[in-house]
């Protein structure tokens, strides 16, 4: 009784506080985690040869997949893709999809021009200390301060290995964390109300930086700052 009791009075409070126009949500970001992001958020491009090689490529691996997995599907007669795991149809699905790859990749191999693989995908673990080098580049531009806040939000987004098998980043993608807190009735009877609720979100720049002569330059382009 004392729960609800509580319940119904921090309800009324916030009904006559609502009736004020006084609930709110908070920013959507703080202002200096926003000039951050705004500033030095985006995509910074170590190698920009490759990185063209690397989309030109990419883009002719996925019209290729879409056109031969479609034609496949035309060929056995299937009609949908709906299915459920484990199914007979999601097992032929699975085994169209590895023979259409297997196409895709003799077709159009990951391959640059130097004759090196690349691979066109996130690399979480960015504190590997061959990638050090590459790091340091980014703090000299953005400065020691700077780069604490975002260094937990670096990801390798592509990447080539040479010819000493050592892994050579092509691109590197900054992302920054906020915390978001907004103000109202949340929780139910069961596992209770609460005034307020907290989540992250992550806020990426759209800015596009090139590594020349051995320090990071910032492009005109703007909102172009993609994952590649």
């Known amino acids: ?25 908070t920013a959507p970001v703080d202002k200096e985690v926003g000039r951050i992001a705004k500033e030095y958020g985006g995509l910074y491009v170590f190698e920009p040869k490759f990185r063209d090689e690397v989309e030109e490529i990419q883009q002719k691996r996925y019209i290729l997949f879409v056109k031969a997995f479609k034609k496949a599907l035309r060929s056995k007669g299937i009609k949908s893709t709906k299915t459920t795991y484990g199914s007979p149809l999601w097992e032929q699905l699975n085994t169209i999809s590895r023979d259409v790859h297997r196409e895709v990749d003799e077709t159009y191999p990951q391959t640059l021009s130097n004759g090196s693989k690349y691979y066109d995908n996130y690399r979480f673990n960015i504190y590997d200390k061959e990638f050090e080098p590459y790091y340091q580049k980014i703090k000299e531009y953005m400065g020691e301060e700077v780069y604490n806040k975002l260094k937990g939000g670096l990801r390798v987004t592509s990447y080539y290995v040479d010819e000493e098998n050592k892994e050579i980043p092509i691109t590197l993608y900054t992302y920054i964390y906020d915390t978001i807190t907004t103000y109202g009735l949340y929780g139910d009877e069961g596992a209770g109300f609460r005034l307020t609720d907290t989540y992250s979100v992550g806020i990426a720049g759209g800015n596009i930086f090139y590594l020349e002569n051995g320090k990071f330059i910032k492009s005109d382009e703007k909102g172009k700052g993609a994952r590649r």
């Open 1 to 25: 009784m004392k729960y609800l009791i509580l319940t119904l009075i921090s309800l009324i409070i916030l009904l006559i506080i609502a009736s004020c126009g006084l609930i709110h949500t």
